[in-house]
């Protein structure tokens, strides 16, 4: 078995199509990676000169009609006064407002831009950039997780196009357990970049997936079934040329109708509907377990959307098996 595993690993590395298609997928979560790396440390680091020059924690979130009143303020000032419209002054309401809270009552619509809340010793102020980040990189290594599931899956295929697999079957060594070593090194795969990336996150950007018990079942239930997913559908191709139908649009499509409800986070309509329409696919139960998780809801909760989970995967594995059997029979 371990040798079949090592088998499937370097299965990996053989194909140009398949490595050029992974180069992308790195780069595009690299792309990703670093610009919301930017994104959460420029956030965190005004926080920080707010609590350094005021000694206050804060949470700051922006009221866009607002925004759009201050602006014009300053607008008006500059017209009125002759003078170049100073884009510091929008920030510099910060400053006055935690100085003189008492600001707010002056009338200047500037001063009603942020809406500031002070953080006790217990509670302390949390990243508003981080409630928009979380979900969204949460969204995209669930995304690019079915994505590494059918690709690790397709060496089966390569093996067989390069008659690896029908020279294992004449050895000693049971199908089944030939099979079986390349299903595990499916599920090892995806095991070991949900982890990485799990813990990547929250070291790096400070994200909070949730309780321990909450994020170990959806990350279970993640990798049991984006690999199962990529058994099944790799189970219905006859040869490699016809992955990138997969790549290109079944894995693209069904894992953005999975994430609509991330997409259409600040609109509760669209939100309410999208969290619908996304459990058509499997992604889309990965994804709301997730945010389950980080919304602090009860184990109970998430273990009932991983119950669903783990039934989507039951039923991709057994249905890839009895194909793959079948075909090797």
Partial sequence: MIDTLLRAFRGTARSPVR????????????????????????????????????????????????????????????????????????????????????????????TALLDVR???????????????????????????????????????????????????????????????????AVFLTVLVQVVVLLVAARLIFRIEWGELPSVALVATGTVLIASSFGVFFMSLLKSTKQGGAIFGGVLTVTGMIGMISIFAQGAPAAQQLGSTVSLLMPQGWAVRGLVQAMNGLPVADVLLNTLVMLAWSAAFFTAGVLRFNRRYA
């Avoid at 009609?65 to 920030?91: H, K």
């Fill in 19 to 110: 490595t050029v298609l992974v180069v992308l997928l790195l780069a595009a979560g690299l792309s990703f990676a670093l610009t919301s790396l930017a994104l959460a440390f420029a956030a965190d680091d005004e926080l920080n000169k707010i609590k350094q020059t005021t000694g206050v924690e804060a949470g700051v979130s922006v009221n866009p009609d607002q925004f759009q009143s201050a602006i014009q303020a300053e607008f008006d000032r500059s017209q009125r006064e002759n003078v170049p419209f100073d884009s510091n002054r929008i920030g510099q309401v910060v400053q006055l407002y935690l100085a003189d809270p008492a600001a707010t009552q002056t009338g200047d619509p500037a």
């Fill in 118 to 184: 002070a953080s006790g010793a217990s509670q302390p102020a949390a990243n508003p950039l981080l409630g928009i980040v979380g979900p969204i990189m949460g969204g995209m290594m669930i995304f690019f997780a079915f994505y590494t599931g059918a690709a690790t899956a397709q060496s089966i295929l390569e093996e067989e196009e390069e008659q690896t697999l029908p020279r294992l079957f004449t050895t000693p060594t049971p199908q089944a357990v030939i099979l079986t070593g390349k299903f595990l």
